[in-house]
């Protein structure tokens, strides 16, 4: 596909409201990512026991994806220029294990995030960065007008980070190997565009 995101995509610059920019993930940020990984707050959802031994193995996996060898994309998130987290975005049919377990009939695009730094977490980044994400990198990468996610059922803040964001129940999926049924949550570019925006960071 001959879209490139941009190294950093425009974002809001009000002084109420903090820059939300985004990179494409590069060799010489995964020294960061790892430590992110390592973070409990972060590894306490990320260590799925599957991509062992963590977080090496995961941080292979984004090699690969890097080498063009796995159709997942990832980009650091900024704030205020400063990276803070890491997000990720496939289509969801381009993961045909995952697609058979998801069963949607309808094509999506699948995005995962986390913020890595300990002291943004809970201040309302995470909804209003998914939201950016979504409307500036994700959606007009893949051209598809839907978008699904599937936090741990047991993962309470982002369910009620996403559910901020325009994410609606859809339904509890068993995804082979996970430790956790996944609480599957749909957003269209559209009702992103129509929904309220969250409030702004505390
Ligand atoms: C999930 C994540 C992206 C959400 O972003 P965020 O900026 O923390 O989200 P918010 O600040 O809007 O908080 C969302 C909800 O979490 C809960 N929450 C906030 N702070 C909390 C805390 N210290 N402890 C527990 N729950 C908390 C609240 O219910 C809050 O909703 P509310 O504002 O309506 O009360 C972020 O928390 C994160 O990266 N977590 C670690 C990795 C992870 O879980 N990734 C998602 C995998 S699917």
Not at 84 to 106: N, S
Not at 164 to 180: T, Y
Not at 182 to 201: K, N, Y
């Amino acid at each position: 596909m001959a879209f490139r995101s941009p190294r950093r995509s425009r974002a809001s610059t009000s002084p109420s409201t903090p820059s939300y920019s985004f990179a494409p993930l590069r060799e010489g940020d995964l020294a960061l990512v790892r430590r992110w990984l390592l973070e409990p707050h972060v590894r306490r959802w990320w260590d799925d026991g599957v991509q062992l031994p963590y977080p090496d193995a995961v941080i292979e996996g984004y090699r690969a994806a890097l080498r063009g060898e796995d159709p997942t994309y990832h980009h650091i998130a900024l704030l205020d220029g400063v990276p803070a987290g890491m997000f990720q975005h496939y289509r969801i049919g381009d993961h045909p294990d995952y697609a058979r377990a998801l069963a949607l009939g309808e094509e999506a695009i699948g995005v995962d995030l986390f913020i890595g730094e300990a002291d943004l977490v809970g201040q309302g980044h995470g909804p209003l960065m998914l939201r950016a994400f979504l409307r500036d990198v994700a959606f007009p990468f893949h051209a598809v007008d839907v978008c699904v996610i599937g936090p741990s059922v047991r993962n309470e803040p982002a369910i009620r980070a996403y559910e901020k964001v325009g994410f609606r129940f859809m339904r509890d999926v068993l995804v082979p190997g996970e430790p956790d049924a996944e609480r599957l949550m749909r957003v269209t570019s559209a009702e992103l565009a129509t929904a309220d925006s969250p409030t702004r960071p505390l």
